[in-house]
C-alpha cells in the first residue's frame, strides 16, 4: 500500500483516488497479451497506477499541463494520470501489440464519458525508449514509468531514466528494484537532481513466461521522485 505517499492536490478531476483505481479495474485490456521477456513487460498493477499517478500529479498543488509516460505497456499510468486531472498525456512504448492495448484502454475511458476528449487528450508513440524517442526535450512538465528492471538487459532502467529527465522540466516518477537503490541515488547526485524514495513498493508479479516457476514473485521496488535542476 502506498496511500501515506499521496499528497493533496489541486485537481480539475473531481474522482476520489479509490474512484480512478476503480475506473483502472475497469479496463477492458489490462495484460499483456503475449507478453515479451525481451523487453520485460510485466503489468503495472491498478493500486500502483493509481497512486503513483496521485503523486505525479501534485506538483506543488497544482496539475502539470502535460505528462509523458516511457515504457506505457497497456497504458495504466498513462490512464491514471488523465484520471487524475491531467489534460494531456502521452504514452511511449517499442511494442505495437503493447500499444494498440492502450489505445484500446483509452477508448473505453472515452466510451465510458470517464475520459473527455474535450477535456483530456491521450495518445500514443511506437518508439524504443533507449534508441531514441521523437520528442523534444523539455516537452513535458512530469515523466512517469515503470521500466524494466535490467534483469534481461542490464542498466536498461537508468537508460530510460536519462531519457526522462531529458524530456521533463520539473519531475519524473519512477521505480526501480529496492536493491538498486544507493546506485540510483549516487547517479541522480552526479546529475544535480534531488532524488527521494517516497515508498517501497511490494510489486506480486504473477508467472507470466514459461521458466517461471512460481505462481508469483513478491519483488520489493522503489518509488522515486526526481526533481530535476
Known sequence: MVDAIVPGVQKRSSLSLKQVESVLCSLPRRRFERPRIDLEQYVTSAHVAARVAACAVSRSGEVPERVVDLGTGTGMLAAAVVLHGCPVAVGVDVDVDAL????????????????KPEHSVMDWIQADVVDGVPLSPKTFEVAVMNPPFGTRHRAVDMAFWDVACTLATDAVYTMHKSSTREYVLRRARRAGHDAQVLAEVRFDLPASYRFHRQASADVAVDLWRVRLR
Open 100 to 115: 494498440r492495448l492502450a489505445r484500446e484502454n483509452g477508448q473505453h475511458l472515452r466510451r465510458q464519458s470517464v475520459h
